[in-house]
């Protein structure tokens, strides 16, 4: 009997580092889950690059209720406009299927580089439209 593992391209993709920089990106998925901590809700959104040397490459970015001003500028970019200074309730799920740029770096986690998105704004692409 063998003993098989599967690597999917996605998972090939996902373990890829990216160079720093801006990125077209499009949201994947939204979903919610408790924090290991504390129990608080964590809003993970999963992106994938298009286009480029990294084209396919996702990234997850995770906003936490406890600091939700860190998800403005991504709001933002979803929706295409500034918001309220009076701040407002979104539906996070509604940015699925949007396209955005992301702004990723490098960070070391558990010793490894890995990816993560520190900044969004709208697409250019789109605004050229």
């Known amino acids: 009997m063998s003993i098989t593992f599967s690597v999917t391209r996605e998972d090939l993709l996902r373990s890829k580092t990216v160079q720093p920089g801006w990125y077209q990106m499009t949201v994947k998925s939204v979903t919610r889950t408790a924090a290991k901590t504390d129990g608080s809700d964590n809003t993970n959104v999963e992106l994938q690059i298009v286009g480029g040397n990294f084209d396919g490459v996702l990234i ?47 960070k070391m986690y558990q010793d490894r580089l890995t990816n993560q998105v520190d900044d969004f704004r709208p697409s250019a692409r789109l605004a050229a439209k």
């Open 60 to 106: 997850r970015k995770t906003f936490s209720e406890k600091a939700q001003g860190f998800a403005v500028s991504y709001i933002e970019a979803t929706m295409g406009k500034k918001m309220s200074d009076q701040g407002g309730t979104f539906d996070m799920e509604a940015s699925i299927g949007k396209t955005v740029e992301g702004h990723v770096s490098n």
